[in-house]
Each structure stands twice: as C-alpha cells, then as structure tokens.
C-alpha cells in the first residue's frame, strides 16, 4: 500500500533540548510520544515523508509547495544555530502533484525561492532523523481556503502517491488551542477547552467527517494552529478504514499538544467524507433557496446570470413595491462552506431603487472582490447568499452608543473609510469592531477618526 500511515504532531521549539534548554521537562510526556513516532517511522521505511505546516509559507488561495532540490533550515531564530537541516525533496513526486492539481484546477504547486524549512517542519524531523534517515522530503503550507479545499489538497497527494507508487507517511503538523491557561502566553478562553477535547475524541474515533464541519467560532476562539493540517490529513487518508492510537496530550505550557497515529486499512466507500460533505451542503443550499426572501432571491439570480452569461440581470417587473421603488445603501455577501467569498456594498444609496442595488452589489460581490477570484459556475450549487439593506447613518458622539451586534459602522479618518456590518462571528466586542474597521481602511492609531453607526435589515 501507498499510504503507510499518518501521524498528528505538534511543533513547539521549546521541545528541542538545544532550545529549551530543561524546561522541555515539563512536556516530557509529549517527548516520550514524539520517540515513539520516530520508530514507527523507522519500522516503517518509508520512501517519501509529506508534512503540512502551518508555519510554512502561507498564501490566502493557494498551497505552497516547496521547490524541489533540497530544503534547508536551523533553530537559529530559537538559540540554536547548531541545529541545521539540509532535506532532499522528491521532484517526480512534486512534479506529479502539480500536474493533479492542474488537471483538478485545483490552486496548489510550488513557490519558487521558498525553501527554508520552517520549525513546524524542523520539530517532527529532529525527532524523526533521530531514528530514520533514508526519506524524500515534501514540505506543503496550509492556506485560507475552505476547509474543504484544504481536505482536498489532501486528495490530491493521496492520488499522487498511488500513481507513482510511493511508500509515503504524512505527517499533520500542528498544535492544538493557544489558550488554555490564564498565565499561557496567550490567556485563556473557554472555547480553547472544547476545541481540544473534540480534536482528542475525533482523533480517537477517526471521525474525520467531523473535521470538515467543525464549528468555526470554536476554532477560532481557540487560536488553533492546526486544524487545516489536520484536515490535510484527514483528505489523505479519504476512503480509508483507519486504526488510530492517541499517544498523549499535554496542555502544561497553555497550549495544546496532541499526538497520534494513523494507519489506513481496507478500503471503504463509506469514508468518503468529502462526497458526503458536499452532497449534505448542496442538501442545505437548495432547502435554505426554497425559502429565501425576494431580496435574496434576486441577488441570486443576478449572480447566477453574470457568472453564467456574464450578462447584467434586468430588474423583474413583479417585485415588491419597497425593492422597485425605495433607496438604500446594500451589501451582498457570499458565502461558501462557511467561510466568505464576496461582499460588496456601499453604505448609501447609488442606483434608483433597491433592486437595482441589489444587482448590481451582487454582480461585484461575485466577480470584482479583490479579496477572491470570480465565482465560477461550479461554485454555484454551495453559495450561501445574504443581502443586508442599510438604514441612515448616525453620528456615534459616545462608544456607548455602539452595539457590536445591532449596529454596523463606518470608521473615517480624512479620505480613509473603513466599514463593517453588524453582527460578525468572528467580533466579540464594540472596541474589536472599531479596531477591524479602522485595519480594513489603513487608518493607524495616531489617527484622528470619527464613528458613525448604522442599522440593517439582514434578508438571508
């Protein structure tokens, strides 16, 4: 069999004797782990090692691989200079990834000038050298592409490796939540608990579906570093029963450190998670179309035409007399498993009705957001599509006035503008709302800014 086994890791430096320098200690037990991995590995003599870093190079719509030849890389950043790696990689192998992805335009190849090995990339080796030294070497970075591209990525290598025939071991570089303990580095958040008990059980019961419809507010409280690896993995290990083995867990430090092996068995269609993912959100999208306002509607339509025809929608004569007659600043906003794909809108009104500024929002929020490439006619199954009407701007002369929740605002500063909507997952708070918007328009904390707020009616 191509696929020898996988291994879950994680990578803090301070785990290097070298680095640490006795304070390693006090994750002895993850040490005690990470030997154990390293003569599994060695058991198994494998011809080729893929590790996914979430440390290497990082791209928001592509997975970087690393060029072919030979890697190099130190601890000198972590005061040890003395501990170097110089890695050869695998050009055939790379070689035929690329050509997958290609065929699957599907956006992963190599990075040229980037082949520095990262320390989530140097940690699993220092144990792994210890042990096995006759192995290729694939280094790829995770991105910030959906969940599902990123189980994908690791299809890809999956097809790759039984094309060529490659003895290969995956190693998911990554460390669980980064805030579990108040006096941590990064404090503590409630969520950071959660995360890695259902990380440990999904990893215990080989639940890789659960990967992919993970909760993102979770993940995301919890400043995790590895899920995407993980989920690499998982896509590497698609079809597959799998025999799993927790071999410890450590959260001493305020971050999480969990590891595990993961060794495939005899196929079985029912682990195609992706298959079933995609089927069950296309299940989701076509309910929630059944059922959605004329506001949504319409916009769907007009993203629907333009990415089809890339024809502008002419505004239906049978809507509602508030969308043919009323004006209003509109934001369209598209999503796709989860995550954003388009927004687009303006704060006050443009075009002579609502429906005009649905349609025309709709049109560049799917084909000129300068944050995405176009939508593409096989996205359109699994958008997810809200349209937010805005209401007049006030002038915020207290904080006190603002409420995260129920009301969107516009950060100014002389030409600079910065707007946000109401009621994001990801904000927590007024004065986080504030500090996004004022990023989002370049404005520094030297600024002087003024605040105004508005309200929406959110039609989803």
């Not at 790829?140 to 990525?153: D, N, Q, T, W």
């Not at 993961?262 to 296309?282: A, G, M, V």
Request: aromatic share 10%; hydrophobic share 40%; proline share 4%.
């Amino acid at each position: 069999m191509s696929l020898l086994a996988s291994f879950m890791v994680p990578h803090p430096p301070l785990i290097i004797p070298e680095v640490g320098c006795g304070r390693e200690k006090m994750i002895q037990e993850t040490i005690d782990a990470y030997h154990l991995i390293g003569k599994e590995i060695a058991s198994l003599k494998p011809d080729l090692i893929i590790l996914s870093s979430p440390h290497a190079m990082m791209y928001s719509d592509y997975f970087s691989i690393l060029p072919v030849n030979h890697y190099t890389g130190s601890f000198e950043r972590f005061g040890a200079s003395q501990l170097s790696f110089s890695e050869v990689g695998d050009k055939e192998f790379i070689d035929c990834v690329q050509n997958i992805a290609k065929e699957e335009n599907f956006p992963m190849g190599v990075i040229p000038n980037d082949s520095y090995l990262d320390h989530g990339s140097m940690v699993p080796l220092y144990f792994i050298r210890k042990y096995y030294n006759d192995f290729s070497l694939m280094v790829v970075g995770i991105s910030g592409l959906s969940y599902v591209e990123h189980y994908r990525a690791g299809m890809i290598l999956q097809k790759a490796a039984n094309a060529l025939k490659r003895h290969c071991v995956y190693i998911a570089s990554g460390d669980l939540s980064h805030k579990l303990k108040e006096d941590g580095p990064y404090g503590f958040v409630p969520e950071s608990v959660i995360y890695d008990q259902m990380i440990m059980k999904i990893c215990k019961n080989t639940s890789f579906f659960d990967f992919l419809t993970f909760d993102h507010s979770i993940s995301d409280s919890a400043s995790e570093c590895g899920h995407r690896s993980f989920l690499m993995m998982s896509g590497f290990l698609d079809g597959f029963q799998v025999k799993s083995n927790v071999l410890s867990y450590q959260d001493v430090t305020g971050v999480g450190y969990g590891i595990c092996s993961f060794y495939p068995l005899l196929k079985d269609s029912n682990r195609h998670f992706l298959s079933i993912y995609l089927d069950q959100e296309k299940e989701i999208i076509n309910h929630k179309r059944n059922h959605m306002d004329s506001y949504v509607s319409l916009a769907f339509a007009a993203i629907q035409k333009y990415v089809l025809s890339h024809e502008r929608l002419k505004v239906p004569t049978d809507l509602d007399d508030e969308l043919l007659t009323k004006r209003a600043g509109v934001f369209v906003s598209i999503h796709k498993f989860h995550q954003l794909r388009g927004c687009i809108g303006t704060v006050g009104a443009v075009e002579d009705s609502i429906a005009e500024e649905i349609i025309d929002r709709a049109i560049s929020a799917c084909s000129s957001d300068p944050r995405f490439s176009p939508i593409t006619e096989e996205e359109l199954d699994y958008l997810d599509i809200s349209v937010d009407v805005l209401g007049p701007l006030e002038e915020v002369m207290d904080i006190n006035m603002l409420d995260e929740k129920k009301y969107g605002i516009v950060v100014t500063s002389g030409f600079k503008r910065g707007v946000l909507l109401p009621n994001i997952d990801s904000i927590h708070s007024v004065s986080e709302q504030i500090e996004v918007a004022k990023s989002k328009a370049n404005i520094s904390s030297d600024d002087v800014f003024s605040i105004q707020r508005f309200e929406v009616i959110r039609h989803f």
